[in-house]
């Protein structure tokens, strides 16, 4: 009926359109278009890398050790150093804190290598930007909910007032602003590096091969809160912890949550120091 309107109504025989689909011509471009416009295949996540107890205990080991042999002697030549200023203490931890995460980075790298480890078993795979953008953005977000849970932790505060100790820590001198920036610098660039090398990419990643992504994401996360003395902020460390993990099983690139580690650690590092210019300011 089609054909012979169009016949009439045209004044050419309309084609048959179910001719020409076994035409070559015709497969090939059709083949052509679907590869074309089709949807990308989502590529297969890499996956996490698997440490042995074996190397566990090497590495364990090699971080006591370079922590030892750095650590100790620059607390103690900054306490002798800062000796006449009441933050002299203070500034001996600051600094061999710092050398005590730079050891065990450099540490861990060099006999990570030893032991035929590479970079990408360590984790250090190129992230997409879309997981660095959403990476600080979650951090962000993940900022208020930790001061929440801070909050409430010191919501039952010791009415006790301030040692000697703690009141003689806040006095303000060259000291305590050499010891603020050395913190600064270890809380912002080399805490978020040494401690995503060795609780995601060692720790989760040997625990993530028996006790699946759930169970090694709560025990690292929570080993990783525990790690850091402080039982006030513990819980809020812990939770933190378990979100990395995660973003760690999802991007699979250590860089992401080495990314939203600094940016939450320069967010806190900033506003201590806000706090302690206003009280210099206060006391001038």
Known sequence: MYNEWSDRVIGQPSPDVSVGFDDPNMVYATAVYANTFAPPKPQPLAPIPHWRFREIVILVISGILVSGVFGVPTYLMMLV?????????????????????????????VVGQAIG?????????????????????????????????????????STEAASADEQQLMTVDNWLWLAL????????????LTEELVFRSILYGWMR??????????VSGILFGLAHLDVRMALANSIMGVVLALVYERSRSLWVPITMHFVN????GGLLFIALVLVAAGGT
């Open 265 to 268: 650690n320069l967010i806190t």
């Open 181 to 192: 920036m050395v913190f600064l610098f270890t809380a912002v660039f080399l805490a978020p």
């Open 117 to 157: 480890r590479s970079w990408t078993d360590l984790g250090f795979r190129r992230p997409s930007t879309s997981w660095l953008i959403g990476g600080v953005f979650l951090s962000a977000m993940l900022l208020p909910i930790r001061l929440l849970v801070v909050l409430i932790v010191l919501g039952i505060p």
């Open 209 to 218: 091969r028996s006790g699946g992504m759930i169970g090694a994401a709560l």
């Open 81 to 109: 150093v800062s000796d006449p200023s009441p933050n002299g203490e203070l500034v001996a931890l600051s600094c061999a804190g710092m050398m005590v995460f730079l050891a065990i980075f450099v540490g861990t790298l």
